[in-house]
């Protein structure tokens, strides 16, 4: 038998369950998993509680991981049973011991980057990458604001930033998160409970602002990131940690600047085998040269997943974290 985590109704931690089921073989054009390493990222509280619906219940959650393949389904070409494989948006169901995915989805995951390493950076990584190589492609002297720069993909950002001579300014809650955010690359950091965001960044940048905002937490962060932009910069909303933003009046970006502003998600970047592999690859290659450590700060067991959720919730843990089934 195998085991994965449920849950039934929205709601706080309590409502997931540790169940067992029957392995099922692969469908046409699948292939079965079995994780070695699982992501953890905030979205999986988002359908836990609702934020964002869920099909029907019992309803599973995670939408990365790493592993090796131990069946293959009919009509799957490029992999085999054995192959090392890592995953990430793939639905919810990743919080589990195996699973059945299709092919499509998968990447090949090279010998010298542990499934460790890649369940805790598929998704931040790969959001990374779009954010930077796509959705506002950077380049060396750029200044730049993302906020929660000591989370998972903030702690990537940097060290990315770092890596392309891109002046990364980030926001942070405490002064540990500073230190960390710094330590991985950052050039600045701003601590939004003791500074004003936007007044911070007009100093930083001598009266300039940014040209790009990559926005994570949504709600509360909405006005200040607006307020960091120069005139025709691109506002990148790509998360709702302190909830959605609603009730946009369009006038407001003609008001700070003919702004733009883009609420991107990370399927519609990494839309094709082809391109979701070119993007990992890039990743990979970032990671073997030294220049992101994607060594997960926290493990947890699947056993203690309530725990692990509640955790992530608390906004204390810092880095990369996984599930260990």
Not at 50 to 75: K, W
Request: aromatic share 8%.
């Amino acid at each position: 038998m195998a085991v994965r985590v449920e849950f039934k109704q929205y709601g706080g931690s309590e409502v997931l369950e540790l169940v067992t089921f029957e392995p099922q073989a692969p469908g046409k054009g699948e292939v079965r998993v079995r994780n070695e390493a699982i992501g953890m990222n905030f979205i999986d509280i988002y359908y836990r509680e609702g934020l964002y619906p869920v099909d029907s219940f019992p309803a599973g959650l995670g939408g990365e991981g790493a592993g090796v393949i131990d069946a293959v389904g009919e009509d799957v070409s490029g992999f085999a049973v054995g192959d090392r494989v890592a995953y990430a948006s793939v639905g919810r169901g990743a919080y589990a011991d195996q699973l059945c995915l299709s092919a499509s989805r998968l990447v090949h995951l090279p010998d010298d980057i542990s499934c460790e390493q890649a369940a805790a950076v598929m998704v931040k990584g790969l959001t990374v990458q779009y954010l930077f190589r796509q959705t506002y492609p950077l380049k060396a002297g750029d200044t730049v604001l993302f906020h929660a720069a000591a989370g998972g993909v903030g702690t990537i950002a940097c060290q990315w930033a770092r890596a392309m001579g891109v002046k990364l300014i980030g926001t942070v809650s405490t002064d540990e998160k500073a230190h960390l955010a710094k330590s991985l690359g950052a050039w600045a950091t701003i601590n939004y409970a003791k500074e004003s965001v936007p007044e911070r960044v007009l100093e930083l940048t001598e009266g300039r602002k940014c040209p790009v905002v990559y926005d994570s937490v949504g709600m509360a962060t909405w006005e200040d990131s607006l307020d960091c932009l120069e005139p025709r910069g691109l506002m990148v909303s790509f998360g709702n940690a302190s909830g959605p933003v609603t009730g946009v009046d369009l006038g407001i970006l003609n008001r700070k600047g003919s702004l733009f502003v883009t609420r991107p998600t990370l399927k519609h970047y990494a839309d094709t085998p082809e391109h979701t592999q070119a993007m990992s690859d890039e990743l990979f290659q970032l990671i073997r040269e030294g220049h992101i450590d994607a060594t997960p700060r926290n493990r947890f067991a699947l056993k203690d997943v309530r725990h692990a959720q509640e955790a992530l919730a608390s906004r204390a843990l810092m880095g990369l974290h996984v599930l260990l089934p």
